[in-house]
């Protein structure tokens, strides 16, 4: 459908005289009071404009843009001087008569920002670094270095990096572009009736806060190193998280390839950072079904301390 749009700039106190001269306006076409010597010159005057501001390739550019841009709709670019100097009188009275009617109204009004934008974006980067702290104190397991026995980062191949990369992102665009679409039927429906500056401020500050709150705990899915310590196992992720086996929870640690684990039940509930193309990846798994399928600088020298991190547990 069509959308007729009326928009200026106006101070606060012009807003009811500009909305009294629309409304005349409007009646006027419904009535018929519009002469024929009134409807010419206010055409000509608007072919005029036409003529003046559709004389580049960067004007037409705006109109494909903005309106003839369905390509279903509009197989090129009409003549619109042409389409202007065949519009009668009686075109437009039938048209106001129809389709200007009050419950087809929507005011908006947009007020210019009382907020400098220098204060506003401190304002926005405090709420960011609230939120980081938020993150920060929900993920962040504090970690005894004193029992720190072994660190190595997973080495993921570049296949995998960007198979794995790839479904993330798109993952991710897909939450993103609904908690959008979320955000605006919220804004439509509820905040842009709400004439209070304060109050939509406040209500678009908590859904910014929390996409990016969610964002964070997005990024905080990406696995990153292992960390060994004296009783248990840390997978460490990208923002903050980590999460923590016992070494007594170990139920298997051994070497595996492609088909033992990508074409086998062993794929289940694990987090598949390896390939085992070429040489053998490491496969651990614990007692509560959690599996981790990986590679790091040097796969013996990492089982030759877990099993004597295991033998020292079970001997105390």
């Not at 200007?100 to 210019?112: A, F, G, V």
Request: with cysteine; net charge neutral; glycine share 4%.
């Amino acid at each position: 459908g069509a959308v007729l749009a009326i928009q200026g700039g106006l101070n606060r106190n012009e807003l009811d005289y500009a909305r009294a001269v629309i409304e005349e306006e409007i009646e006027r076409l419904k009535s018929g009071r519009l002469t024929d010597a009134e409807f010419q010159s206010e055409r000509e005057t608007v072919i005029k404009r036409l003529l003046v501001t559709n004389s580049t390739a960067k004007d037409l550019e705006k109109w494909v843009s903005g309106h003839f841009y369905d390509s279903k709709v509009w197989q090129d670019f009409p003549d619109i001087v042409s389409v202007f100097q065949s519009f009668k009188r009686s075109d437009i009275e039938e048209f106001v008569q129809q389709n200007l009617s009050p419950n087809r109204e929507t005011l908006l009004i947009n007020y210019i920002h009382p907020i400098p934008q220098t204060l506003l974006l401190s304002f926005c980067l405090l709420m960011l670094g609230l939120v980081v702290i938020g993150v920060r104190q929900a993920l962040l397991q504090p970690l005894a270095l004193i029992d720190l026995r072994y660190m190595a980062r997973f080495k993921v191949p570049p296949l995998l990096t960007l198979i794995l990369a790839s479904i993330f992102i798109f993952t991710l665009a897909i939450i993103g572009r609904f908690l959008f679409y979320l955000c605006q039927l919220i804004n439509h429906y509820f905040l842009e009736g709400i004439d209070v500056y304060w109050i939509q401020l406040a209500a678009y500050t908590i859904m910014g806060t929390g996409l990016a709150f969610l964002l964070f705990l997005c990024l905080s899915l990406v696995p990153r190193k292992l960390i060994i310590l004296r009783d248990r196992i840390v997978v460490k992720y990208l923002f903050y998280r980590s999460t923590s086996f016992g070494l007594d929870q170990i139920e298997e640690i051994s070497k595996a390839k492609f088909a033992d684990v990508w074409l086998s039940a062993r794929l289940w509930k694990c987090l598949p950072l390896a390939l085992g193309i070429g040489q053998p990846s490491l496969y651990l798994r614990f007692k509560n079904g959690q599996k981790i399928f990986f590679e790091v600088r040097d796969q013996n020298e990492f089982m030759t301390v877990v099993e004597q991190l295991r033998q020292e547990a079970l001997r105390n």
